[in-house]
């Protein structure tokens, strides 16, 4: 049993290390960037109906690709966005175009299911922020 318990945490870490990878706001001569609040769900795309994908939704703003906002999908789908920096993390993610992806959780390994990370698209997170809709296609259809 401990065998698993290592792997899973290292896929965990392996996971989280991809997606802090190249994330940092370029050093304190940058400054952070201005964030909204942004929360959402995370919808079956044939069904609109809340996913249990959890994992991690991920913000990648397209002006900026150092720029990266992620969530812990629930198991009701929702999710908070939080913007990560070197010294932390602000609330929200910055206003603009991002490419989106839904990163699933590293224990769908272990059963033996994909954890590729699913592409979503560009989505634009308004100046006001809000509520978004992140569609994934079904379990079957990736």
Known sequence: MSNWNFIRRTLALLLLSGTLLGCSTGGSDKPA????????????????????VSGLVT??????????????????????LSTIL???????AAVGAHDVTVLPPSGDQLQGKSVNPIPIGVMEVPAAGGELKVLVPSRGKR
């Open 86 to 92: 070197d010294d932390g993390k602000l609330s929200g």
């Open 33 to 52: 960037p201005k964030t909204v609040p942004v929360k959402g769900v995370v919808l079956d795309k044939a069904t609109s109906k809340p996913t249990a």
């Open 59 to 80: 913000f990648r703003l397209k002006s900026d690709p150092t720029i990266l906002a992620n969530g812990r999908i629930g198991d009701d789908g929702s999710f908070e």
